[in-house]
């Protein structure tokens, strides 16, 4: 019996407008102005993160909400995610 393997997600499910991290998912609004704000909003509470309640998991969360509308932000996601894949490979096969 094969096991099968569930792989963890990051990013945006592009079926069904989604923000996926893991298991957790979350419905992007509609409006394409409501979206930037939020996602400036979540990158400017991000970087007070030293704060109480607010926190540095909220920078990435930002991006990726941005990442959705920005040419420039999608197209650094995308690099990092390459990157990052690529070196989980080489490491792996060490």
Known sequence: MAAKKTKTHFGIDPRTREIVVGAFRMKLPESRWLRTTIGVLLVCGGLLGFLPVLGFWMVPLGLLVLSHDSHF?????????????????????R
């Open 73 to 93: 932000v999608r197209r650094q996601r995308r690099r990092l995610a390459v990157w990052w894949a690529s070196r989980k490979a080489r490491r792996n096969t």
